[in-house]
């Protein structure tokens, strides 16, 4: 933060300032970490796993919502900015300490913590799972890597000469041996001229802690859409040194459909450099490894 010299009149201001005359909330981050995950070893000689997208979940060992599964997470502390609480809890509750952290969105519905007022910070992190061997700790009892899939059924569409109204139902599914989560979620889209207000509401929702269906969700649609866009934020999902056919492969897994490799390698061209290394393995062809071309990867137009 820059310097600021305060005028005499602002300090005396400031001595008869009462700041709890307000209410005010206590402020968590909850970090929804998404990786490619293989799904078992492939039985066939010529196969690699086939591969899905994951999300760490947190078996929560307190109350509220003891034994539910949660996102790592906590609260923040008074000398330490939301992104600073969003690393260090990272850490402490998973041991990962280095990842892709952006903030999506805001959590504030008063009801949604029954210790009080809360609101939460949703980061959006991606981290190449290969690297890490997630363990749990603080509050939680385990850390596990789920399977997610998401549906979408749009179930209500209304269109008038200037609003709209479109409410599309999500069910959300995460999966890993023989647990399996499940939640509904509808998001309600209302449009009035030009300007857009989106609400969600969670219908129903199965071993979840507070919101955290919701914001798994909203995680997952903010993920899929920057893939969508550009990409680029797929690269922190893959090791430093990869295949093509790699990348491709995490970009399909979350898009939910197949690329024409053509087309792919085209847009990627700019973004990846050729290394002199080659990737060998059984039934397999040699294949050249590539890594992020960092130079155009952080141009800014």
């Known amino acids: 933060m820059k310097n600021y010299t305060m005028t005499d009149e602002e300090i005396e201001y400031l001595k008869g300032y009462d700041i709890t005359q307000y209410d005010r909330p206590s402020l968590t981050a909850d970090m929804a ?3 490619v995950l293989s799904e078992g070893d492939s039985k066939e000689y010529r196969k690699d796993p086939k591969k899905r997208l994951g999300i ?3 078996r929560r060992g307190t109350y509220p919502y003891r034994d539910c599964y949660g996102l790592p997470g906590g609260f923040a502390r008074v000398d330490e900015s939301i992104e600073e609480t969003a690393f260090r809890e990272l ?16 959590f504030s519905a008063p009801t949604r913590d029954p210790r009080g007022w809360i609101v939460s910070q949703g980061f959006l992190a991606l981290v190449d799972a290969n690297k890490y061997k997630v363990h ?23 269109m008038q000469k200037d609003k709209a109204e479109i409410i599309t139902r999500y069910t959300l599914k995460l999966e890993r041996d023989e647990k399996k989560l499940e939640a509904v979620i509808e998001e309600h889209k ?18 979840f802690a507070f919101d955290h269906a919701e914001i798994v969700l909203r995680a997952y649609l903010a993920l899929k ?16 040194l990869f295949t093509l056919y790699s990348l491709q492969e995490a970009h399909e897994v979350i898009l939910g459909e197949k ?11 700019p973004l ?16 050249k490894l590539f890594r992020r071309n960092t130079e155009a990867f952080y141009e800014r137009s």
């Open 136 to 158: 749990a700790g603080t509050d939680a009892w385990e850390a596990t890597w789920f399977f997610i899939d998401v549906d979408k059924k749009e179930i209500k569409r209304r």
């Open 56 to 58: 760490l979940m947190i």
């Open 272 to 287: 990846v450099i050729e290394t002199d290394e080659m990737v060998t393995g059984p039934g397999h062809r040699p294949a």
């Open 33 to 35: 970490v998404f990786a």
């Open 259 to 269: 690329l024409l490799t053509p087309n792919f390698r085209r847009k990627m061209a």
């Open 91 to 106: 850490k402490e509750e998973t041991s990962v300490d280095s990842a892709f952290l952006e903030p999506f969105g805001m």
């Open 225 to 240: 859409e920057q893939t969508a866009q550009s990409g680029r934020i797929v690269f922190d999902l893959m090791p430093e």
């Open 190 to 207: 209302k449009f009035c001229g030009y300007h857009e207000t989106t609400q969600y509401e969670i219908i129903k929702d199965e071993d």
